[in-house]
């Protein structure tokens, strides 16, 4: 965008935007046309099955559960991370991000190994009665691995550029560590937390390869939206498939608007403290 | 270190917030992930080699790296354009375009492989202008590698576009006045600048492609030898209850990306620091 | 209140990043510390503060040991270099923040915070300026808010880090100013960190100069100006002419021919004579050759060849300027002897 920079040939914008139209604005295109093209009754009446709304109400629970956990346990380790030098902090932080580089299959297959037939912790859960896979704590678990790294590669980076000082300033103030916490901390990393949650909780509504593994695919009871769709598809259910993968691709497309809204808030933070530095 | 765990800091809660997060690792991450690097040492070695040796499964590796590293590799120069175009451009609607980039991203993947099954199957968009000419996109070779590329592509464009701009214009503007044409500039000024984050973009979409379930299994056509990607037969080894198969076949996937990835990561550290 | 650190050690990794250091400031005392980057001047501060820990020795703040003691229950006012305000609080937030956070039963009204925020805006002299953030601020007006925030919580000593580093040279001399008219008012303890040593001596009481972790001296500005303890702190504070010489006999002979032996109380061995450009005299006639002059504001620089050395002589305003080629004579009289080796 410096001025000071040749154009870029219109061959390369239109190529570009051919490009990202082609790929990727074009299959989105394509999907709401074809949920609109069954008229809005139709497409409506989709979420009057008693499955389908089972699969929205078990999604809604998965995510009110795995955001939560994630969400603390990503606020808990981009404290140590960001802010201490301890010994093996590259190791857990490598940990941390290997979620992200194991196949969505791979990341429900672990659960049912653990909890599945001849898993270690099967016996325990079957002494207590508690149904893991197959049920909605395997799908739960799932998610979590699959969201585990959202909120920690949103906020390290940022924290790290902050610095420490005004967590010190508050200190030399008299602040306790809780005080200096909700009032400097968390105000000061505000905008990153919550789009690191929005997209934690955008994958966790979304989330499919992982899930299909633990679910069982028990219709009414263990369907998340992807797979109601994916069992509406395949059961020649297109209109009802299309209208509930509408609903997620909304969700989506909301998200990603979000986000940008919140980069730009984020993005304006840290000028701020370029000119305080 | 003077012996010492951690380095003495006046910040509170270390020690809280330090075993909170080691209870939240060890629990979703570190223990199922040692249950998969075990599972399959039940079958002892030769079991272990029986599961793999079988031709589906050769056939499904085969199929799974190979469309990754092609998909990968479209994905470099075609993330290479977005984000110069993205960068460098002025167009209208150019903050718009921007966004677009990380719809594969946000887009549920089963969402996706039907909205691009919908797109490249005979009867749609695409894939009705080259049905005529007996030319099938979805349920063969190239709709998996359309899924593949969709999946991989915001991964290249936004490793390569923070580098693409922080280069500052002064380096070309100096090869321009010692003489450099435009292309000279690109393969000998701007290439070597960012082909680091070319390489980690190329690592972190083909790891992407590797594992990707949702947005290809739609498209796939799913035929065994064929069209069948490694992750969906692992899939289907435990709907068959062979729990110890699943995990072979999991293991060695994930023993051959991590390689990949390491030895990517290996050359783009030392092109890093050449660059330095 | 009064400061004393006693044997205060510190090591980073393997290096060692204060070697023993012990300081006293009295109460009400301005105590500046000056060293340059890497002296540990920065991580005494913070020691003080409770931002630190020693690995051994003791601080002192009205004769309590801090061992143990928080940096939040010291009851120091720290401004830190960059300042560190709130970035999300406005400037009466950021105040008002000591005095908000402090237990129920010690936390003043929520009008008396309002009365104390206003005093205080109106001592840093930005009454108008309450409900800005500090990026809409500029670099002195942001350091002022910081001091105004620190001096909110009534704090025991004021310990300020570089506080001028960050602004440039017109502010800062302002503010230097300012800030020793607010401690003149205030008669709080203060102990301040800095690398330039004009600000150190004109702003602070006494000055304790750090090297690689070790105090070389602590003075009042005028007895480290008159007779530094160390050649480190003689060229640290001023520009210095050095000459190498032999001591023997009470006698030092200079390694540069042409310059007379002087008195000298150093045992024998190699030493080093310092003096300041200023100090030295010139006489016309003798063994060394003036080979540049120039006109420096009021006095006049002269660069004098003796042997194969440049010597640089500082003359006093009015004085005649010599001769380009003349002969002259060096007359080292003030020379300070420093062991060297």
């Known amino acids: 965008m410096n001025p000071r920079f040749p154009p870029v040939p219109i061959v390369a914008v239109l190529a570009a935007l051919a490009a990202l139209g082609g790929l990727v604005l074009l299959p989105v295109a394509a999907l709401f046309a ?134 010190e300033a508050a200190l030399t103030l008299g602040a306790s560590p809780w005080r200096m916490f909700w009032h400097v901390t968390l105000p000061n990393v505000r905008w990153a937390l919550l789009q690191g949650v929005l997209l934690l909780n955008a994958r966790a509504m979304g989330e499919f390869g992982a899930v299909t593994v633990v679910s069982g ?7 998340t939206m992807p797979l109601q769709i994916e069992a509406l598809y395949n059961d020649f259910q297109a209109p009802a498939a299309f209208a509930m993968a509408g ?31 | 270190m003077n012996g010492r765990f951690v380095r003495p800091n006046p910040l509170p809660g270390f020690g809280p917030a330090f075993g909170v997060t080691l209870a ?74 921007d966004a677009l980039v990380d719809l594969p991203f946000a887009l549920p993947t089963a969402v996706a492989g039907i909205a ?52 500052p214009a002064e380096v070309e503007e100096v090869a321009a006045t010692l003489g450099a044409r435009p292309p000279q500039i690109l393969v000998r000024v701007v290439l070597p600048a960012i082909l680091p984050a ?39 080894r435990l709907e068959q209850f062979d729990y110890a198969g699943a995990a072979v076949l999991a293991l060695a996937m994930l023993m051959l990306s991590f390689t990949m990835l390491g030895a990517v990561n290996l050359l783009q550290q030392r092109l890093a620091r050449r660059a330095r | 209140m009064s400061l004393a650190l006693h044997g205060i050690f510190k090591q980073f990794g393997t290096t060692a990043a204060l070697h023993g250091v012990d300081l006293k400031a009295a109460e009400g005392e301005f105590l500046a510390l000056l060293g340059p980057s890497g002296s540990g001047k920065t991580t005494l501060l913070r020691m003080i503060a409770g931002l630190e820990t020693a690995e051994s020795g003791r601080v002192l703040i009205g004769g309590a040991d801090m061992a143990g003691v928080p ?27 000591g005095l908000r956070v402090r237990p129920r039963a010690q936390r003043p009204g929520r009008a008396a915070i309002r009365a104390r925020v206003a005093d205080l805006l109106g001592l840093v002299q930005m009454p108008e300026l309450g409900a800005r953030y500090p990026d809409q601020l500029s670099g ?120 007379p032996d002087l008195p000298c109380d150093l045992p024998a061995g190699p030493a080093l004579a310092m003096l300041r450009p200023h100090e030295i005299g010139l006489s016309a006639g003798g063994p060394a050759r003036v080979r540049g002059v120039a006109v420096a504001g009021p006095a006049v620089r002269v660069e004098v060849q003796a042997g194969e050395t440049m010597i640089e002589v500082l003359l006093p305003p009015g004085a005649a300027p010599p001769a380009l080629g003349s002969a002259c004579r060096l007359d080292l009289g003030a020379a300070r002897f420093y062991p060297r080796g």
């Open chain 1, 34 to 167: 074809e949920a609109a093209g069954q008229g809005l009754g139709r497409a409506l009446a989709a979420f009057d099955d008693p499955d389908s709304l089972a699969a929205i109400r078990l999604t809604l629970l998965v995510a009110a559960i795995s955001v939560p956990v994630n969400t603390l346990g990503g606020l808990a380790a981009s404290w140590c991370i960001a802010r201490f030098r301890f010994t093996g902090r590259g190791v857990l932080l490598t940990f941390i991000e290997l979620p992200l580089s194991v196949s969505p299959v791979i990341s429900g297959l672990v659960w049912v190994l653990l909890f599945g037939a001849q898993g270690w912790f099967a016996p325990a859960v079957d002494r207590l009665g508690v149904q893991v896979i197959f049920a909605t704590p395997g799908l739960v678990l799932a998610t979590l691995f699959v969201t585990f790294p959202f909120v920690v590669r949103q906020l390290v980076p940022l924290m790290q550029a902050q610095g420490s000082e005004e967590e």
């Open chain 3, 71 to 97: 940096a939040r229950a010291r009851g120091v006012g720290f401004v830190f270099q960059h300042y560190a305000l709130f970035r999300h609080m406005t400037v009466a937030d950021n105040i008002a923040f």
């Open chain 2, 24 to 97: 939240w690792v060890a629990l979703i991450v570190l223990i199922p992930l040692t249950a998969l690097a075990l599972r399959p040492w039940s079958l002892g070695i030769t079991g272990v080699l029986a599961s793999l040796e079988s031709p589906r499964v050769l056939a499904a590796l085969k199929l799974s790296f190979g469309a990754s590293l092609a998909a990968a590799a479209i994905n470099v120069p075609l993330g290479l354009l977005v984000a110069w175009v993205l960068v460098r451009g002025r167009f209208p609607g150019r903050q718009l375009a």
């Open chain 2, 116 to 167: 691009l099954t919908t797109l490249y199957a005979p009867n749609g968009w695409i894939g009705g202008l080259v049905a005529p000419f007996g030319i099938d996109l979805a349920y063969a070779m190239p709709g998996i590698m359309v899924a593949l590329v969709f999946a991989g592509l915001p991964y290249v464009v936004r490793t390569v576009q923070p580098v693409l701009m922080d280069l």
């Open chain 1, 247 to 277: 609903l997620l691709a909304l969700l989506a497309l909301v998200t990603l608007a979000a986000r940008a809204w919140l980069e730009w808030h984020t993005r304006r933070g840290t000028d701020k403290t370029m000119a305080t530095a």
């Open chain 1, 217 to 223: 695919r028990i219709r009414g009871q263990t369907l």
């Open chain 2, 198 to 236: 070319l390489l980690t973009g190329f690592g972190m979409a083909f790891a992407r492609a590797v594992g990707e379930y949702g947005s290809v299994i739609f498209i796939a056509g799913n035929m065994p030898g064929l069209t069948e990607i490694a992750p969906l037969l692992i899939v289907i």
């Open chain 3, 140 to 259: 002195g007006q942001r350091q002022r808010v910081a001091l105004a925030r620190a001096l909110a919580i009534e704090p025991r000593m004021l310990l300020l880090d570089e506080p001028f580093g960050a602004l440039d040279a017109a502010v800062r001399r302002d503010l230097r100013r300012w800030l020793r008219d607010l401690h003149n008012r205030t008669g709080l303890t203060t102990v301040m960190v800095t690398h330039d040593q004009a600000e150190a001596l004109e702003v602070a009481d006494r000055v304790a100069i750090l090297r690689a972790g070790r105090v070389e001296q602590v003075d009042t500005p005028a007895g480290l100006w008159a007779s530094p303890a160390t050649a480190f702190v003689h060229r640290f504070i001023g520009e210095s002419v050095e000459l190498p010489c032999t001591v023997a006999d009470g006698l030092a002979r200079f390694a540069v021919a042409g310059l």
